[in-house]
């Protein structure tokens, strides 16, 4: 996925542009690890499956952490 929302988000499927409005706002309200409720709801309103969504939240996190100049992952340790 590219950093204007744009592109497949990793799902094998091109994601139409209200759903990629609907994860992408949610991200940026502070909403990047979901439990399992709010995972349920934004999964709902993206006509996506919870594993879909996990997934596209887990994708998206670690571009976020990338673009901050993190490891992707948490935990990470940099050479």
């Known amino acids: 996925m590219t950093s204007n929302g744009s592109g ?3 799902l094998g499927t091109r994601l139409a ?3 990629l409005r609907v994860l992408e ?6 909403c ?4 399992g409720a709010t995972l349920a709801l ?3 309103e ?3 499956s919870e594993d879909e ?6 994708m ?3 571009q976020w952490r990338q673009a901050e100049g993190l490891p992707p992952q948490p935990g990470s340790v940099k050479d």
């Open 8 to 10: 497949t988000g990793g």
């Open 17 to 19: 542009e209200d759903q």
């Open 25 to 30: 706002e949610n991200f940026s309200r502070g």
């Open 32 to 35: 990047r690890n979901p439990d």
């Open 42 to 44: 934004v999964a709902a």
């Open 46 to 48: 993206c006509g996506l």
């Open 53 to 58: 969504t996990l997934k596209w939240f887990r």
């Open 60 to 62: 998206r996190i670690a």
